[in-house]
């Protein structure tokens, strides 16, 4: 290789490096600013290819996506001086590259660091006017939209940054104030549970002596109602018994006799004397054997 060829091959190299060093791309997820000597020259370069002259400008470029900026949980006193623990988050994008380089010179540690101190300031400021049932339920909204219009005011005067959301994760009593919360909570069910039991034991009475109540009348009135039908099934048999006997008084002569041997003997060891020409065994006479006539023994 000559001299002339290797005069040629270093100032296509030179060129090449040079072209390289003049040509820049921004992606679609940043912002970019050109810088000549730290000095700006151009804010918010858009997205695409660009050129700049090698050496003397350089270019910064920063995330524009949408960051999430988790706080850490504070204490903060509200109204009636009751401290709470607030844990919240930001969502936040770079509005304003040539502002958010001048103010913190682009450090993302450091707008954070900037966003939470702010943050934290609006945060107190908002609880301090409001009690704790406001600040919990009642005027939950109001104090975020609140907090979202200052805070986005401050943070777009200074660092050139938009604030897109804030929001309060939760929102809980220390841990010396949760204690005693909880034993009134416990307290308070303990005494709504004795009530309800109180209740459910009265009502308990109640329905036990109704159907008490209700079990002695309908006993009743089955009682009533079986000594009808007794009653009547009586005077239906002894009708039956009143005609069969008036049809055939000897017969029923018999059979009263008849049952009152049954209920004379039935014991078994009974002994009774009698004349032989009693009535009692006026059906029996002329069955017993000489004997034992005049006297009976069973």
Same mark, same amino acid.
């Given at each position: 290789?000559?001299?002339?060829?290797?005069?040629?091959?270093?100032?296509? @190299?030179?060129?090449?490096?040079?072209?390289?060093?003049?040509?820049?791309?921004?992606?679609?997820?940043?912002?970019?600013?050109?810088?000549?000597? +730290?000095?700006?020259?151009?804010?918010?370069?858009?997205?695409?290819?660009?050129?700049?002259?090698?050496?003397?400008?350089?270019? &910064?470029?920063?995330?524009?996506?949408? #960051?999430?900026?988790?706080?850490?949980?504070?204490?903060?006193?509200?109204?009636?001086?009751?401290?709470?623990?607030?844990?919240?988050?930001?969502?936040?994008?770079?509005?304003?590259?040539?502002? %958010? %380089?001048?103010?913190?010179?682009g450090d993302l540690f450091q707008a954070s660091e900037r966003l939470a101190n702010n943050i934290e300031e609006e945060l107190r400021n908002q609880? +301090?006017?409001?009690?704790?049932?406001?600040?919990?339920?009642?005027?939950?909204?109001?104090?975020?939209?609140?907090?979202?219009?200052?805070? !986005?005011?401050?943070?777009d005067e200074q660092f050139g940054i938009e604030i897109i959301d804030v929001r309060v994760k939760r929102i809980d009593l220390p841990a010396e104030?949760?204690?005693?919360?909880?034993?009134?909570?416990?307290?308070?069910? #303990?005494?709504?549970?004795?009530?309800?039991?109180?209740r459910g034991r009265e009502m308990a009475e109640g329905i036990r002596a109704d159907a008490d109540r209700q079990r002695t009348v309908i006993l009743?009135?089955?009682?009533?109602?079986?000594?009808?039908? &007794?009653?009547?099934?009586?005077?239906?048999?002894?009708?039956?018994?009143?005609?069969? %006997?008036?049809?055939?008084?000897?017969? %029923?002569?018999?059979?009263? !006799?008849? #049952?009152?041997?049954?209920?004379?003997? #039935?014991?078994?060891?009974?002994?009774? @004397?009698?004349?032989?020409?009693?009535?009692?065994?006026?059906?029996?006479?002329?069955? @017993?054997?000489?004997?034992?006539?005049?006297?009976?023994? &069973?």
């Amino acid at each position: 290789m000559n001299a002339r060829s290797l005069y040629i091959l270093i100032a296509v @190299l030179v060129v090449v490096m040079i072209g390289s060093k003049s040509v820049f791309i921004v992606n679609e997820t940043e912002r970019a600013l050109k810088l000549r000597f +730290g000095e700006i020259v151009e804010a918010d370069i858009q997205p695409g290819l660009h050129f700049k002259i090698p050496f003397v400008n350089t270019v &910064r470029t920063f995330d524009a996506r949408v #960051q999430t900026l988790d706080a850490r949980p504070q204490s903060f006193l509200t109204l009636e001086k009751k401290r709470l623990i607030v844990d919240s988050f930001v969502k936040w994008r770079i509005n304003d590259p040539a502002k %958010y %380089y001048t103010s913190i010179s682009g450090d993302l540690f450091q707008a954070s660091e900037r966003l939470a101190n702010n943050i934290e300031e609006e945060l107190r400021n908002q609880f +301090g006017e409001r009690t704790v049932t406001e600040v919990i339920s009642g005027e939950r909204e109001e104090l975020m939209d609140a907090v979202i219009r200052d805070l !986005s005011r401050r943070a777009d005067e200074q660092f050139g940054i938009e604030i897109i959301d804030v929001r309060v994760k939760r929102i809980d009593l220390p841990a010396e104030v949760s204690s005693s919360v909880f034993d009134r909570m416990r307290t308070e069910r #303990q005494r709504l549970a004795r009530d309800l039991r109180a209740r459910g034991r009265e009502m308990a009475e109640g329905i036990r002596a109704d159907a008490d109540r209700q079990r002695t009348v309908i006993l009743a009135e089955a009682y009533r109602e079986s000594e009808q039908v &007794r009653g009547e099934g009586d005077a239906n048999a002894a009708r039956i018994y009143a005609d069969a %006997y008036a049809a055939d008084p000897e017969f %029923y002569a018999f059979n009263r !006799s008849l #049952q009152a041997y049954r209920d004379t003997f #039935q014991g078994g060891g009974d002994v009774m @004397l009698l004349k032989p020409d009693s009535e009692f065994f006026r059906y029996l006479d002329d069955a @017993l054997p000489p004997s034992r006539r005049g006297a009976a023994e &069973r």
